[in-house]
């Protein structure tokens, strides 16, 4: 475990800095009296005791009697596991407690909410990636990417297609790191932090561009998520060279129209045999296409689709907003003719 990613994680038990501080002072270092815990923790000699008072009433330190004073770390297995199987059972009656007397009205208001302090923002994309199950479109600074490796990581194993862009701050030993299925771009200039996971939720973190403004914003309204999403292709995507495209040859996912072509155009100009499998509308209906691909049309800015033919007609398919085409698309399965598609 990384020093960052220890103090991430205490920060989420709800722990402060200097509370951080000395309890990892006395979890590393043993037993300590309160001089031993300022020259390992580097906190001032007079907070101290507030400190690890509040540390004893967590139920994580515990202190010895007498006139000097001895503190020492409760172990973990008692201390933290300890407060997680607390919370479990807490959530799990919480959420009973809601579905029971719950009476919420469904709004008609575009679901957009502030997140502030940058603790609740790094936890906000860290949820949007494990909740992604069939495509992550994501821009990350080199420092976030140290700390949402592992959750990137999960994400790949379950399948879901990865559109990375990250910075110049990046260096090539983390792009080295990264899976090799991710698709990945790196943009020179610092852009805003963006994740959109599979079209139903999108989060954009201000104070990578401002530090002055530790706020990000969240978005759950289709609308909002559609222009957030072209804001990313054309000022994030577009402007970033490639590192790794669109040209391993395994079965991918998409929700969003003109990642899907990008990757169509990649494996088509690959030499590639394509087939696909969309579920979208169609003259106000669901319907469910499978068929090879036969071409793609992307005119930057105005459109991006693709034609799939099921063997008795020729389908042209855009994004879930499309009116031109044929289908909109919400959902597409693109497999070699030797995948079985689930």
């Known amino acids: 475990m990384k020093e960052e990613e220890l103090v991430e994680g205490l920060l989420r038990f709800g722990l402060t800095p200097y509370e951080i501080k000395v309890y990892r002072s006395l979890l590393l270092y043993g037993p300590q009296p309160s001089a031993g815990i300022v020259k390992n923790s580097s906190i001032p000699q007079p907070r101290v005791y ?18 000097t004073r001895i503190y020492r770390a409760i172990p973990i297995s008692l201390s933290l596991k300890k407060n997680v199987e607390s919370l479990n059972t807490f959530v799990d009656e919480l959420e009973t407690y809601v579905i029971s007397l719950g009476n919420h009205k469904k709004s008609e208001t575009p679901y957009m909410w502030l997140v502030e302090d940058n603790v609740n923002i790094l936890e906000k994309f860290r949820s949007m990636i494990v909740r992604s199950r069939e495509e992550l479109i994501i821009s990350l600074s080199s420092e976030h990417l ?5 959750e990137l990581d999960a994400a790949v194993f379950r399948g879901v297609t990865v559109a990375l862009v990250v910075f110049s ?36 973190n201000m104070s990578i561009i ?7 914003v969240f978005f759950e309204e289709n609308e909002m998520i559609h222009i957030l999403g072209y804001y990313f292709m054309s000022t994030i995507w577009k402007p970033s ?8 040859l395994q079965s991918r996912s998409f929700k969003t129209g003109w990642l899907a072509c990008e990757a169509i155009a990649a494996y ?6 394509l087939f696909a499998n969309v579920e979208g509308i169609s003259e106000g209906k669901k319907v469910e296409i499978s068929g090879q691909v036969e071409g793609y049309e992307i005119m930057e800015g105005q459109k991006y689709s693709f034609i799939v033919n099921d063997g008795t007609r020729k389908y042209s398919v855009g994004g879930k907003t499309a009116t031109l085409e044929d289908v909109a698309m919400h959902r597409l399965y693109l497999y070699k003719p030797t995948t079985v598609k689930e």
């Open 50 to 67: 507030d400190v690890c008072n509040t540390l004893i009433k967590k139920g994580l330190i515990e202190v010895s009697p007498g006139r």
């Open 146 to 150: 140290s700390m949402l490796g592992r």
């Open 169 to 204: 701050d990046t260096s090539s030993r983390q792009i080295a790191s990264l899976p090799k299925s991710i698709v990945l771009r790196q943009r020179v200039a610092r852009a805003a932090e963006i994740a959109i996971s599979d079209r139903t939720a999108a989060i954009v």
């Open 210 to 216: 401002d530090k002055t403004t530790p706020y990000g």
């Open 241 to 248: 060279s490639i590192v790794r495209d669109f040209t391993d």
């Open 268 to 273: 088509l100009k690959a030499g590639l045999t």
